[in-house]
C-alpha cells in the first residue's frame, strides 16, 4: 500500500501550504542524497518526500488527494464515468468505482454483468465442432 502523503511530511491533514512547505524543506535538507552520498535509502526517502509535496504543495492536487487517496491521479477518470453513468440512468451512490481504477475490484466485466443481469462462465463456452477434411 503506498504511504500517505501527509504521513510522509509529518504534517496533520489540516496543515496550511505555510506548514507543508516548511516540513518539506526540513526533510529535504536531511534526506537530500550530496547530505548523504551513497545512501540508498536517503535517495528512495527523498525521492517520497518530493512526491509528496509535489502533490500536497499543488492546491488542485492536494483536492484530489484529499478525496480520493492515492487513487488521486484517476479521479478525473472516476468523474468521467460517474458523470456518463448517471446520465444513463445508472444509479452511482450505492456503487464503488474505486476498484475499477486501482486494480483491486472485477473491473468493466463486474459493472457490464451488474447492469446486464449476465453471470461468469468458468471455462470455455460450448460451440460447434469442426472436422477438418
Same mark, same amino acid.
Given at each position: &500500500?503506498?504511504?500517505?502523503?501527509?504521513?510522509?511530511?509529518?504534517?496533520?491533514? %489540516?496543515? %496550511?501550504?505555510?506548514?507543508?512547505?516548511?516540513?518539506?524543506?526540513?526533510?529535504?535538507?536531511?534526506?537530500?542524497?550530496?547530505?548523504?552520498?551513497?545512501? /540508498?535509502?536517503? *535517495?528512495?526517502?527523498?525521492?517520497?518526500?518530493?512526491?509528496?509535496?509535489?502533490?500536497?504543495? %499543488? /492546491? *488542485?492536487?492536494?483536492? /484530489?488527494?484529499?478525496?480520493?487517496? *492515492?487513487?488521486?491521479?484517476?479521479?478525473?477518470?472516476? *468523474?468521467?464515468?460517474?458523470?456518463?453513468?448517471?446520465?444513463?440512468?445508472?444509479?452511482?451512490?450505492?456503487?464503488?468505482?474505486?476498484?475499477?481504477?486501482?486494480?483491486?475490484?472485477?473491473?468493466?466485466?463486474?459493472?457490464?454483468?451488474?447492469?446486464?443481469?449476465?453471470?461468469?462462465?468458468?471455462?470455455? &463456452?460450448?460451440?460447434?465442432?469442426?472436422?477438418?477434411?
Amino acid at each position: &500500500m503506498a504511504k500517505d502523503y501527509y504521513d510522509v511530511l509529518g504534517v496533520q491533514r %489540516s496543515a %496550511s501550504e505555510k506548514e507543508i512547505k516548511q516540513a518539506y524543506r526540513k526533510l529535504a535538507r536531511k534526506w537530500h542524497p550530496d547530505v548523504n552520498p551513497g545512501n /540508498k535509502e536517503a *535517495e528512495e526517502r527523498f525521492k517520497e518526500i518530493n512526491r509528496a509535496y509535489e502533490v500536497l504543495s %499543488s /492546491k *488542485e492536487n492536494r483536492a /484530489k488527494y484529499d478525496r480520493y487517496g *492515492e487513487n488521486w491521479e484517476q479521479a478525473e477518470a472516476y *468523474e468521467k464515468a460517474r458523470q456518463q453513468a448517471e446520465a444513463s440512468g445508472f444509479r452511482t451512490e450505492s456503487f464503488d468505482f474505486g476498484g475499477v481504477f486501482s486494480g483491486n475490484g472485477g473491473g468493466f466485466e463486474d459493472i457490464l454483468g451488474g447492469i446486464f443481469g449476465g453471470r461468469r462462465r468458468a471455462g470455455p &463456452m460450448r460451440g460447434l465442432n469442426v472436422e477438418q477434411p
